[in-house]
T-cell receptor
């Protein structure tokens, strides 16, 4: 069964460092998403991406964040200068459509720990 | 923006039926979705309601009442593996965009 793959599963970094979280969406999907979940809290939408550009973003997704689809398979989230409060689980998701009932398939997540 | 309210925790015994409620406030409504998450793992899509009424998928059913801004997830014949967090989510306008918003999740604990 196709799945969304995220690497690494756990990333430890020092405050102020740049991190890149990587995702390989399901191959025939066209819509890509990043979410984060702080430990014990709800899942929060960060950004959606379609046709090589951001289609929607939340207030969390400020200038410290960027996304990129560098090739036909990878979808990355970059945090330029990490802060302690960026520590969270980051989930990538993809879907084949953007319809309101679109089913988003989530990866297993990358746990980011900022020290 | 939008907000959702759901109970923080629900407990039930194996074989029972449990209902997880979700109320929402949003200036524009595009359907209510439900996701299951085990122990901080990947959220898994369960169901979606755009219109009023009950949608049934095996042991899980989801209900929506748009006039009451209310929905619920119904789990029947509970199994131990159903112990997980369940999130409701809506998609609505926020700052000029339409973004999905998740509730804080309901932790379902199934006892033998």
């Amino acid at each position: 069964e196709p799945e969304v793959t995220q690497t690494p599963s756990h990333q430890v970094t020092q405050m102020g460092q740049e991190v890149i979280l990587r995702c390989v969406p399901i191959s025939n999907h066209l819509y890509f998403y990043w979410y984060r979940q702080i430990l014990g809290q709800k899942v929060e939408f960060l950004v959606s991406f379609y046709n090589n550009e951001i289609s929607e973003k939340s207030e969390i997704f400020d200038d410290q964040f960027s996304v990129e689809r560098p090739d036909g398979s990878n979808f990355t989230l970059k945090i330029r200068s990490t802060k302690l409060e960026d520590s969270a689980m980051y989930f990538c998701a993809s879907s084949s459509t953007s319809g309101e009932g679109n089913i988003q398939y989530f990866g297993a997540g990358t746990r980011l720990s900022v020290l | 923006g939008q907000s959702l309210e759901q109970p923080s925790e629900v407990t039930a015994v194996e074989g029972a039926i449990v209902q997880i409620n979700c109320t929402y406030q949003t200036s524009g409504f595009y359907g209510l979705s439900w996701y299951q998450q085990h122990d901080g793992g990947a959220p898994t899509f369960l169901s979606y309601n755009a219109l009023d009424g009950l949608e049934e998928t095996g042991r899980f059913s989801s209900f929506l009442s748009r006039s009451d801004s209310y929905g619920y997830l119904l789990l029947q014949e509970l199994q131990m593996k159903d112990s997980a967090s369940y999130f409701c989510a809506v998609r609505g306008p926020s700052g000029g965009s339409y973004i999905p918003t998740f509730g804080r999740g309901t932790s379902l604990i199934v006892h033998p």
